[in-house]
């Protein structure tokens, strides 16, 4: 059965369908990691956007009852060049076909996502629509119509936990870390715990009191949606800034970065993907990193807060980490907790940001 992936600007692209028969809205965005298909797919900040993979052949390696991020896919489509009929891995215990079936999320194969790319990275990240169930285009068109966009929506609290859990919680521990769910991936939690650290989750949406109750740290999880549009967060670390140590990554780096007063707004088509190079001001050393977001702190007016950029994302010049010695605050843009990889930043969870605590 065929398919289609409107874009708002009126470019389409017809393609083979997979996945789940259904229409989804939500923004076109592209992620460069050769691998990884099922941890992007569960990932909570891929909340409401249609993926696009620029590797070629996606789904050679099946999926797994061990790699996700979360416990549901999140994103609102996904799109690949050729999907992998029959995976062939040890691990795998389906096929990516069967699995987003499963999720009720569609799929679109066969579709030039070379030019898909290009457009986006000459137009920018944009509304969309993937249908594969044959709705018309006039009612694909009123569904982009109506459909908000990313900006200005607090869809961290959609994916945020409902109550607070210790989720780890070792022999005699290191640190007790409060890591405040605005869409957390696990393997945030499994790197603490990894340190040994205590890890006790809660809501985004829990009082400064209830972050700093028994912890040593407090660390902010990445997430979707437009930091900007969460002021009740905001106020809240206001609340706890000089109080306790403070790391973050992702959401969690923006966030950060608003409660000392700097600015965020949206990047063109964003950062996503398993490749890209940061330079750690401190050290000199650029590492390899996965990113995925599509807002950005401005560095002006970090620099105006006392903020110290500590990471330099290499390919625009965008600001990618920083800290607040005086505060005990550090955070990055990036994902250092990446799984499955790259690595190289791995020790921004297991010794940088614990030593704040220390």
């Known amino acids: 059965m065929g398919g289609i992936l409107l874009?708002?600007?009126g470019r389409s692209f017809a393609g083979e369908a997979f996945g789940a028969r259904g229409t989804r809205v939500g923004e076109v965005v592209f992620n460069t990691a050769m691998t990884g298909y099922q941890e992007v797919l569960t990932d909570p900040s891929y909340r409401e956007q249609i993926v696009t993979m620029t590797t070629p052949h996606i789904g050679?390696?099946?999926?797994?009852?061990?790699?996700?991020?979360?416990?549901?896919?999140?994103?609102?489509?996904?799109?690949?060049?050729k999907l992998s009929r029959r995976p062939s891995n040890f691990r795998a215990t389906g096929g990516l076909d069967t699995w987003l079936r499963k999720a009720g999320v569609p799929g679109l194969q066969g579709i030039d996502t070379r030019a898909l790319v290009r457009h986006i990275r000459d137009k920018g990240a944009m509304k969309a629509v993937v249908s594969t169930d044959g709705t018309s285009r006039e009612e694909l068109l009123q569904l982009l119509k109506a459909w908000p966009g990313m900006e200005g929506r607090a869809l961290a609290n959609e994916v945020s936990r409902t109550a607070s859990k210790v989720t780890h919680y070792p022999d005699n521990p290191r640190l007790r870390v409060t890591l405040v769910d605005g869409g957390a991936k696990r393997n945030i939690g499994r790197l603490l715990a990894q340190a040994g650290c205590a890890v006790r989750e809660v809501p985004l949406s829990a009082s400064a009191e209830e972050w700093m109750t028994d912890a040593d740290l407090i660390f902010f999880s990445n997430g979707?949606?437009?930091?900007?549009?969460?002021?009740?967060?905001?106020?809240?670390?206001?609340?706890?800034?000089?109080?306790?140590?403070?790391?973050?990554?992702?959401l969690g780096h923006q966030l950060l970065a608003l409660a000392l007063?700097?600015?965020?707004?949206?990047?063109?088509?964003?950062?996503?993907?398993?490749?890209?190079?940061?330079?750690?001001?401190?050290?000199?050393?650029?590492?390899?990193?996965?990113?995925n977001h599509g807002f950005c702190v401005d560095r002006d007016s970090l620099e105006q807060t006392g903020g110290e950029v500590t990471h330099?994302?290499?390919?625009?010049?965008t600001v990618a980490g920083f800290r607040h010695t005086g505060l005990k605050v550090a955070a990055v843009q990036f994902h250092?907790?990446?799984?499955?990889?790259?690595h190289d930043s791995a020790h921004l969870v297991l010794e940088r940001f614990l030593e704040l605590a220390t």
Do not use: W
Request: charged share 25%; with cysteine.
């Open 7 to 9: 874009l708002e600007d």
């Open 60 to 81: 050679n390696y099946g999926v797994n009852d061990e790699d996700d991020e979360s416990a549901m896919v999140h994103v609102a489509g996904f799109v690949v060049r």
């Open 224 to 250: 979707p949606g437009d930091p900007a549009a969460l002021p009740e967060v905001i106020e809240q670390i206001k609340a706890v800034v000089g109080k306790k140590p403070l790391a973050g990554i992702c």
């Open 261 to 291: 007063g700097a600015g965020t707004y949206k990047l063109p088509f964003g950062h996503r993907g398993a490749n890209h190079p940061v330079r750690d001001e401190l050290t000199g050393k650029v590492e390899i990193t996965s990113q």
């Open 312 to 317: 330099t994302h290499l390919n625009d010049g």
């Open 336 to 342: 250092p907790e990446a799984s499955p990889g790259p």
